[in-house]
């Protein structure tokens, strides 16, 4: 323009048939807003707040309120930005790129929050591919697939307390019970439609809920975007973007801050592992293996339908690792329970031979995948003091929870899916054929501080055709019930912090159906309210006796007082805090055992504190009238012992009085936990 010296403002007007015309400010008037130290952070894996500046932003350049876009697509010939404002058309706003990082990027002006977009990429065949912004914070609701323009930028948060007092908590000496929720199918409004509660709605109600059973942090199955509602959430397609099923993303915000507020933590199950193949989302993004290895032998689940991520690449990495940092950042998420790491560990999981291809020295492992989680591992804990990660790891993998710098993964704790398998086979069988099994109740003590185990009875175990936990249970409705209650009891007095499908505090008798809320008409049963109180008070006992959880990840805070006693099916031990103890005797028949002499600690009397069997529950109260006193008689290797009648198919929990300060009073010849 004559007389005009750069930069200037100007718009351009195009005319179409039918005297049409379009008028714009010039989105190419406008600098990069992707900068190069941008752009070499991506490229070498370090840049740990990438969805800063990948995505879509609203931000205001040289006076102009706009959204600046970037994508990386380092294959691509052109990728375009095309949205509902463009009528979806790629050849309005073609992208540019940053030097050979492979980023495309560009400022377009006057675009609203709330417009719909996705990018446009021509491949190096000529083929056009349209896709989701891998960093979108927000998506259309199903079926539906489109990013949306999102400011998550301006909600209050009101949890400052939580996260001050966070800071300072030690995981391992606190009490951790984990209440595992589908969002979805927790509460389902018959009365319209079936439909499930916005994060709003439940979010005072799953509150309630989880203090009333004494439950310490909530753990959401994903709720990271997501197509299909029968992958439960465990295929994801927009890794930033809370799941549009129920509200917003300052919605979602404030059901974790209202947690917060009510003392609740939050673990968001978290999908490093491996992505679906519906072509809208990261698959071929750019028309070659990006997200994914080229190799199918390294590139497929075929147990799942998916697709694996490629860690060993910058980018790739850096994707997964500023969205398990986003998460803690943005959302406040306390803690995540990263999902399938097995599969990423082992480079033949799922795999039959041919099928797979051995690292560089020959073996199985995947050393990307592990240098990757020691790396996620390392910035959660040094970045965001007091969260944590857990892994659902299957196998025999050593060092799970170990220290990086000790050559573990660093995870801070790790699913016990061996005692969650030993127990439920044991629970399962006819309490005659029990004795024959009793290897499976006590062999998780061989292990059990070889990692810091969360102890789960998850979603898990109650699909597929494995029975609900109550239809697990042999005999009749009440012995089931007893079953029940006698497992849970296990739990609670096992050392390993806890985790518990939803539902299990009601009993059901069916599996759980993500397409349907619980039957909370249970509560109307007269035998599930009396389960239902025992389970109540099973949370607040374990919450006010330290000696259940003090010295969880310490050998002394667990000894046996007899494993052997196999052909009754009874075993009992000890449960020390720092200043105190319990004593737990477990019995797992139907049958009542009178004068049952059991070797304890030197003190003068032991008190009956709990009884799975009383009235209250639904029992038949067999007990021991509260009080038992100690007899200098020898038993189970103690100097001193008590008589108990142990009531049917339930959990004495004891605890001394006067307990004799002496050097060594928890001590005993150690026995073996096999028959």
Same mark, same amino acid.
């Given at each position: 323009?004559?007389?005009?010296?750069?930069?200037?403002?100007?718009?351009?007007?195009?005319?179409? *048939?039918?005297?049409?015309?379009?008028?714009?400010?010039?989105?190419?008037?406008?600098?990069?807003?992707?900068?190069?130290?941008?752009?070499?952070?991506?490229?070498?894996?370090?840049?740990?707040?990438?969805? $800063?500046?990948?995505?879509?932003?609203?931000?205001?350049?040289?006076?102009?309120?706009?959204?600046?876009?970037?994508?990386?697509?380092?294959?691509?010939?052109? !990728?375009?930005?095309?949205?509902?404002?463009?009528?979806?058309?790629?050849?309005?706003?073609?992208?540019?790129?940053?030097?050979?990082?492979?980023?495309?990027? &560009?400022?377009?002006?006057?675009?609203? $929050?709330?417009?719909?977009?996705?990018?446009?990429?021509?491949?190096?065949?000529?083929?056009?591919?349209?896709?989701?912004?891998?960093?979108?914070?927000?998506?259309?609701?199903?079926? %539906?697939?489109?990013?949306? +323009?999102?400011?998550?930028? @301006?909600?209050?948060?009101?949890?400052?307390?939580?996260?001050?007092?966070?800071?300072?908590?030690?995981?391992?000496?606190?009490?951790?019970?984990?209440?595992?929720?589908?969002?979805?199918?927790?509460?389902? +409004?018959?009365?319209? /439609?079936?439909?499930?509660?916005?994060? %709003?709605?439940?979010?005072?109600?799953?509150?309630?809920?989880?203090?009333?059973?004494?439950?310490?942090?909530?753990?959401?199955?994903?709720?990271?975007?997501?197509?299909?509602?029968?992958?439960?959430?465990?295929?994801?397609?927009?890794?930033?973007?809370?799941?549009?099923?129920?509200?917003?993303?300052?919605?979602?915000?404030?059901?974790?801050?209202?947690?917060?507020?009510?003392?609740?933590?939050?673990?968001?199950?978290?999908?490093?592992?491996?992505?679906?193949?519906?072509?809208?989302?990261?698959? =071929?993004?750019?028309?070659?293996?990006?997200?994914?290895?080229?190799?199918?032998?390294?590139?497929?689940?075929?147990?799942?339908?998916?697709?694996?991520?490629?860690?060993?690449?910058?980018?790739?990495?850096?994707?997964?690792?500023?969205?398990?940092?986003?998460?803690?950042?943005?959302?406040?998420?306390?803690?995540?329970?990263?999902?399938?790491?097995?599969?990423?560990?082992?480079?033949?999981?799922?795999?039959?031979?041919?099928?797979?291809?051995?690292?560089?020295?020959?073996?199985?492992? @995947?050393?990307?995948?592990? *240098?990757?989680?020691?790396?996620?591992?390392?910035?959660?804990?040094?970045?965001?003091?007091?969260?944590?990660?857990?892994?659902?790891?299957?196998?025999?993998?050593?060092?799970?929870?170990?220290?990086?710098?000790?050559? =573990?993964?660093?995870?801070?704790?790790?699913?016990?899916?061996?005692?969650?398998?030993?127990?439920?086979?044991?629970?399962?069988?006819?309490?005659?054929?029990?004795?024959?099994?009793?290897?499976?109740?006590?062999?998780?003590?061989?292990?059990?501080?070889?990692?810091?185990?969360?102890?789960?009875?998850?979603?898990?175990? !109650?699909?597929?055709?494995?029975?609900?936990?109550? @239809?697990?249970?042999?005999?009749?409705?009440?012995?089931? &019930?007893? @079953?029940?209650?006698?497992?849970?009891?296990?739990?609670?007095?096992?050392?390993?912090?806890?985790?518990?499908?939803?539902?299990?505090?009601?009993?059901?008798?069916?599996?759980?159906?993500?397409?349907?809320?619980?039957?909370?008409?249970?509560?109307?049963? %007269?035998?599930?309210?009396?389960?239902?109180?025992?389970?109540?008070?099973?949370?607040?006992?374990?919450?006010?006796?330290?000696?259940?959880? $003090?010295?969880?990840? *310490?050998?002394? =805070?667990?000894?046996?007082?007899?494993? *052997?006693?196999?052909?009754?099916?009874?075993?009992?031990?000890?449960?020390?805090?720092?200043?105190?103890?319990?004593?737990?005797?477990?019995?797992?028949?139907?049958?009542?055992?009178? /004068?049952?002499? &059991?070797?304890?600690?030197?003190?003068?009397?032991?008190?009956?504190?709990?009884?799975?069997?009383?009235?209250?529950?639904?029992?038949?109260?067999?007990?021991?009238?509260?009080?038992?006193? +100690?007899?200098?008689?020898?038993?189970?290797?103690?100097?001193?012992?008590?008589?108990?009648?142990?009531?049917?198919?339930?959990?004495?929990?004891?605890?001394?009085?006067?307990?004799?300060?002496?050097?060594?009073?928890?001590?005993?010849?150690?026995?073996?936990?096999?028959?």
């Amino acid at each position: 323009i004559i007389g005009k010296r750069w930069p200037f403002n100007y718009r351009l007007k195009f005319h179409f *048939q039918k005297n049409f015309t379009w008028e714009i400010i010039d989105p190419y008037r406008f600098s990069p807003t992707f900068g190069d130290l941008d752009a070499h952070l991506a490229a070498e894996g370090t840049h740990l707040l990438l969805y $800063e500046k990948l995505g879509a932003h609203l931000c205001k350049i040289d006076g102009f309120d706009g959204v600046a876009f970037a994508v990386w697509a380092p294959n691509a010939k052109r !990728v375009s930005v095309i949205g509902d404002f463009n009528h979806w058309d790629g050849r309005l706003f073609p992208m540019r790129t940053i030097g050979s990082s492979g980023i495309w990027e &560009l400022f377009i002006p006057e675009l609203p $929050e709330g417009a719909l977009y996705k990018f446009e990429i021509k491949d190096q065949k000529n083929n056009l591919r349209i896709k989701t912004d891998p960093f979108a914070f927000a998506m259309e609701f199903r079926p %539906q697939t489109a990013s949306i +323009v999102k400011n998550i930028k @301006n909600y209050q948060w009101k949890d400052r307390e939580w996260i001050e007092k966070r800071k300072s908590i030690n995981h391992y000496q606190r009490p951790m019970a984990i209440y595992e929720v589908h969002l979805g199918s927790w509460v389902r +409004v018959l009365e319209e /439609n079936n439909r499930w509660l916005s994060y %709003q709605e439940i979010a005072p109600k799953l509150i309630s809920h989880c203090q009333k059973y004494g439950f310490t942090h909530i753990e959401l199955m994903p709720i990271t975007e997501y197509p299909f509602d029968g992958s439960w959430g465990y295929q994801v397609t927009g890794y930033f973007a809370p799941t549009s099923r129920y509200g917003t993303p300052d919605d979602f915000k404030n059901f974790v801050d209202l947690c917060h507020q009510e003392g609740l933590g939050v673990i968001l199950d978290w999908v490093p592992s491996h992505f679906p193949k519906d072509d809208y989302s990261l698959r =071929g993004f750019d028309g070659t293996a990006l997200y994914e290895h080229a190799d199918p032998r390294k590139g497929e689940q075929k147990e799942w339908g998916t697709l694996a991520f490629n860690f060993g690449r910058n980018e790739v990495s850096n994707f997964l690792l500023a969205n398990a940092l986003f998460w803690l950042d943005v959302y406040h998420i306390d803690g995540l329970r990263v999902d399938a790491v097995a599969s990423m560990l082992y480079l033949d999981y799922s795999r039959e031979e041919g099928e797979w291809v051995p690292n560089k020295y020959g073996g199985n492992e @995947n050393l990307e995948a592990v *240098q990757f989680l020691q790396k996620c591992n390392e910035l959660i804990y040094s970045k965001f003091p007091g969260c944590f990660t857990i892994a659902e790891e299957s196998t025999a993998w050593q060092g799970v929870t170990l220290p990086t710098y000790l050559g =573990g993964l660093g995870f801070g704790f790790k699913w016990d899916m061996g005692w969650m398998n030993d127990t439920l086979h044991y629970f399962e069988k006819d309490p005659i054929h029990r004795s024959y099994h009793h290897n499976n109740l006590t062999f998780s003590m061989w292990y059990s501080y070889s990692e810091n185990f969360i102890l789960p009875l998850s979603h898990d175990e !109650v699909v597929h055709g494995k029975r609900s936990l109550l @239809n697990k249970m042999p005999g009749d409705k009440l012995q089931k &019930l007893a @079953n029940l209650k006698l497992l849970l009891c296990y739990l609670y007095t096992h050392p390993g912090k806890k985790l518990l499908f939803m539902g299990t505090e009601l009993a059901p008798d069916w599996e759980w159906n993500h397409n349907e809320g619980l039957n909370w008409a249970f509560t109307n049963d %007269q035998d599930r309210r009396h389960y239902q109180s025992f389970f109540q008070y099973l949370g607040s006992f374990y919450l006010n006796n330290p000696c259940l959880w $003090e010295m969880d990840v *310490q050998r002394n =805070g667990f000894s046996w007082i007899n494993c *052997q006693d196999w052909q009754q099916s009874i075993i009992s031990y000890i449960r020390r805090g720092k200043k105190d103890c319990l004593i737990c005797v477990l019995n797992f028949t139907p049958v009542v055992r009178d /004068n049952y002499r &059991l070797g304890v600690p030197k003190c003068r009397e032991y008190a009956e504190i709990f009884n799975s069997d009383s009235y209250y529950y639904g029992g038949g109260n067999v007990g021991n009238q509260g009080i038992r006193e +100690v007899e200098k008689i020898p038993c189970n290797d103690f100097d001193n012992s008590i008589t108990l009648t142990l009531p049917p198919l339930a959990c004495l929990i004891l605890k001394p009085i006067g307990l004799i300060p002496i050097k060594d009073t928890f001590a005993k010849k150690e026995t073996s936990p096999l028959k």
